[in-house]
Nanobody, 127 residues
């Protein structure tokens, strides 16, 4: 059974940085597509960033472009999200997601296209 375990969520000041990690079991990060989503109370889950194993194509939400970087470490079998220049609007529960498919650009930040999900890790950014 595939399990995705996130870590790295914490409280930070605006302008600061955090790095989230996602360590899957029974899933190899070098296959398919992996992504980060986030959700705040009362809002729909939002796609933040995605990365495909083939060619390492990346996709980012406009709200995080230039500030967040998604990456894979095949040796550690881990997905990362480096978050810089944090803003209070980045406050959310962040979820790791994965699929064995290579998603299209249209699908990359859409949650229906992912089969596996982590439990989430809280990121809180204060001004």
């Amino acid at each position: 059974q595939v399990q995705l375990v996130e870590s790295g969520g914490a409280s930070a000041q605006a302008g600061g940085s955090l790095r989230l990690s996602c360590a899957p079991s029974q899933f190899t990060v070098s296959r398919g597509t992996m992504a980060w989503f986030r959700q705040t109370p009362g809002k729909n889950r939002e796609g933040v960033a995605a990365i495909t194993s083939e060619g390492r194509t990346t996709f980012y939400a406009d709200s995080v472009k230039g500030r967040f970087t998604i990456s894979l470490d095949n040796v550690q079998n881990t997905l990362y999200l480096q978050m810089n220049m944090l803003k209070p609007d980045d406050t959310a529960v962040y979820y790791c997601a994965a699929t064995l498919r290579l998603v299209t650009p249209r699908e990359a930040l859409g949650d229906p296209y992912y089969s596996y999900w982590g439990q989430g890790t809280q990121v809180t950014v204060s001004s």
